[in-house]
């Protein structure tokens, strides 16, 4: 069974950083990529950003030149660094684990989350 868990939410003062890490814990063989969505009160989850097993990352709009994704492969743990954070970040965030392959098959998996709250 492959769990992920996420910490590193909070309350930021807009302007202000966090910085959410979402680790995978089980017998995982591989993990293909990771990433991590949002999603605010009444609006459907979104992509903020993704990275590959190679290092290739994706941003959405909304985290481009103020989020920084990452990850250490070797602690099968996934890093977001959101710096001037605005009131509209406010959100739950969610880590994802794309193609991790276990010995029992490949899935993905979805961590529970981390509240981030944006506000003076």
């Known amino acids: 069974q492959v769990q992920l868990v996420e910490s590193g939410g909070g309350l930021v003062q807009p302007g202000g950083s966090l910085r959410l890490a979402c680790a995978a814990s089980?017998?995982?063989?591989?993990?293909?990529?990771m990433g991590w969505h949002r999603q605010a009160p009444g609006k459907q989850r979104e992509l903020v950003a993704g990275?590959?097993?190679?290092?290739?990352?994706v941003y959405s709009d909304i985290a481009k030149g103020r989020f920084t994704i990452s990850r250490d492969g070797a602690k099968n743990t996934v890093y977001l660094q959101m710096n001037n954070l605005k009131p509209e970040d406010t959100a739950v965030y969610y880590c994802n684990a794309v193609r991790v392959s276990t010995a029992s098959g490949t899935n993905d998996y979805w961590g529970q989350g981390t509240q981030v709250t944006v506000s003076s």
């Open positions: 089980g017998t995982i063989v591989s993990i293909n990529a």
């Open positions: 990275i590959t097993s190679g290092d290739s990352t």
